[in-house]
């Protein structure tokens, strides 16, 4: 499957108003792992449940997307205290149904605006540098938290996908609308 955005590299690094998203580094795993095995951070997740062993191997996946692509997913930590928030950026594997805007904040930030801030910027970021015609998120239909985060960024409901026998819906945003924000 050929990728429809350019290969345009994003910034290693960057911050926001409260958020530092940058590169994964080998003392991402625990705090990671922490959150994979937490039942209420995983139940909404595609594929589940990730062991603390697996979370080593998701963190070279993440960092591998960023060789292949030049653009992926961040680590997430609050500027005010060095906290690990979790991830938060853009994701396109072969065979994906398009450039994901994704985030996974840690439960104990929930309700701050985190998610929404950080996925602000890289929404912004995607379509300036990246020139996809649409970004989406696909998200449990259960998950009323990231529902809204997408309709705050401006994505809204399109159509739903079957991934691993479980149904999620793909909140979109055109180029065009975007624009208009």
């Not at 139940?43 to 062993?53: H, L, N, P």
Request: glycine share 10%; aromatic share 10%; with cysteine.
């Amino acid at each position: 499957m050929s990728v429809a955005v350019s290969n345009a590299s994003l910034p290693l690094s960057f911050e926001t108003e409260r958020l530092r998203l940058r590169q994964w580094r080998a003392e991402d795993v625990a705090p990671l792992a922490r959150l994979h095995a937490d039942p209420d951070m995983m139940r909404y997740m595609i594929g589940g449940a990730v062991s603390a062993d697996e979370s080593w191997s998701v963190i070279a996946l993440m960092i591998g997307h960023w060789h292949l692509r030049g653009y992926g997913l961040w680590a997430v930590e609050e500027k005010a205290s060095g906290a690990f928030l979790g991830r938060l950026g853009l994701w396109y594997p072969d065979g994906w149904p398009g450039l994901e805007l994704s985030w996974f904040i840690d439960k104990t930030h929930w309700g701050k605006g985190y998610a929404s801030e950080g996925a602000r910027a890289c929404r912004d970021m995607a379509f300036r540098a990246l020139g996809p015609d649409e970004i989406c998120s696909i998200i449990h239909p259960e998950n009323a938290a990231s529902r809204r985060v997408a309709e705050k960024l401006g994505e809204r409901e399109a159509r739903s996908i079957d991934v691993g026998g479980t149904d999620f819906l793909i909140y979109a945003m055109s180029r065009k609308d975007w624009q208009a924000l």
